[in-house]
């Protein structure tokens, strides 16, 4: 999650890895120790991608698609590939350039 004060996103937050790590355990099982945590690597990954697009953008909405939609599924985590949608890209580079 991003962090907000005021109304306005900050640049830092927090991800809660036993979540991520419960959700990935309801698909792969808790067998193969190695796997489990190659794919726990991978879905993190994807979670702090989606939170620094929040904080780069200063954007609280989410898109319709991709990295940056409202929530990830363990199934999409577990692809590891997941498309960074134009908008998204846009309002990174708006952002950057901003003075936030």
């Known amino acids: 999650m991003t962090y907000s004060s005021d109304g306005e996103l900050l640049h830092f937050g927090e991800v809660e890895c036993d979540h991520v790590r419960h959700s990935l355990e309801r698909v792969l099982g808790k067998g193969y120790p190695e796997k489990r945590q ?5 879905a ?3 979670v702090m991608a989606h ?3 929040h ?3 200063n954007a609280k909405g989410h898109t319709g698609a ?4 409202h929530s990830l599924s363990a199934e ?12 998204a890209r846009k309002a990174v580079q708006h952002g ?3 003075s936030h």
């Open 96 to 98: 950057a350039g901003s």
């Open 76 to 87: 999409e985590m577990l692809a590891g590939e997941l498309a960074i949608p134009d908008a």
């Open 51 to 53: 939170e620094i697009y």
């Open 38 to 42: 190659t794919a726990l690597g991978t």
């Open 55 to 57: 904080m780069m953008a």
């Open 44 to 46: 993190l990954g994807m």
């Open 66 to 69: 991709g990295i940056t939609k």
